[in-house]
């Protein structure tokens, strides 16, 4: 049976609560549990400089970034139906830094602390390992925006490779250029080439660590290439909302900010040691306005501090 936090929402029981649905170690993280690290450099482009003055994003640096799979079980195997999978990277120096948290999805699943407790709590399995479908119809009928995220995930294939998808950070940051001109900004990581995609049938037969086998046997044979990109926004955009797109997303203007380049895999302790952390980012980048922004920034700390 699965003790569930009770009590209001703050980041500490949506953190304890994520854990409690994995049943997983201690140590795990409460989400993206299963992953692989890896480094590499950033190179940026003339036109970074445009969007923001943060030398994160402004200057070339060294990369440490990770690859994984959602959920807060580490043995969820990689042909699991309907997981994001996430991209996180560190950008900067040790006075430049910025940490940003990407997944494979342009929303989250819900809009405020409330509402994401409640979603866990709607699927919380019971006695026969499942959810009371019965609770999880009533919830998403009282809360349709949560449904966007898997309405997203079983409209696209599975990426064939964590090299082929594209990630997307679902906030809107505030970007500030030298000029002092701020504009919300959503950043878009693309794939410089191909973005092969898997039916679901062809998934189930692959083995159960395709995409880490993946990723190590591409790194080994050459580098890996995304184009990290800002979306520019426009006035009366949602930034508050981030279950929804902004209007005409996918035909907005973007800035290509510059090139991460992944050359190498890194020992998982590298990334295990110092959490990718939302809260760190340079002057230049803003923290998003919205409501699961700011209790991320608090839970990625209790995790961390949790595991140690």
């Not at 649905?21 to 993280?29: D, I, L, Q, V, Y």
């Not at 295990?272 to 608090?298: C, K, T, V």
Request: charged residues 25%; glycine residues 6%; aromatic residues 8%.
């Amino acid at each position: 049976m699965i003790r569930v936090p009770t009590g209001a929402a703050t980041p500490a029981s949506i953190v304890d609560t994520l854990k409690a649905m994995a049943g997983a170690s201690p140590k795990a993280r409460a989400s993206f549990a299963r992953g692989r690290c890896v480094r590499g450099t950033y190179i940026p482009s003339d036109r970074a400089e445009e969007i923001t003055k943060s030398r994160s994003f402004t200057a070339a640096s060294r990369v440490l970034a990770r690859f994984s799979v959602d959920g807060g079980n580490p043995r969820i195997p990689d042909t699991h139906d309907f997981v994001l999978r996430g991209f996180s990277f560190r950008l900067g120096d040790i006075d430049h830094r910025s940490d940003i948290l990407t997944q494979s999805v342009p929303v989250h699943y819900a809009r405020t602390q409330a509402q994401m407790l409640a979603y866990l709590k709607a699927r919380i399995p019971g006695s026969d390992g499942r959810p009371d479908p019965v609770k999880l119809r009533a919830f998403s009928r009282a809360n349709p925006e949560t449904l966007h995220q898997a309405s997203y995930l079983a409209a696209h294939p599975l990426p064939a490779s964590f090299a082929d998808t594209t990630y997307w950070a679902v906030h809107a940051f505030p970007a500030t250029n030298s000029s002092d001109e701020t504009q919300f900004i959503k950043f878009k990581i693309v794939p410089v080439g191909s973005q092969a995609a898997l039916t679901e049938n062809a998934a189930r037969t692959k083995p159960e660590d395709f995409l880490h086998n993946d990723l190590e046997s591409r790194i080994a044979a050459r580098d890996i290439r995304f184009s990290l990109m800002a979306v520019l926004g426009l006035p009366g955009d949602p930034v508050l909302d981030i279950t929804t797109r902004w209007p005409d997303e996918d035909h907005r203007e973007a800035v290509r900010l510059g090139t991460i380049v992944i050359t190498a895999i890194e020992a998982n302790e590298a990334c295990d040691a110092s959490a990718f952390n939302p809260a760190d980012l340079a002057d230049g980048i803003g923290y998003p306005p919205d409501e699961i922004f700011a209790a991320r920034r608090a839970a990625y700390a209790i995790s961390l501090a949790r595991r140690r």
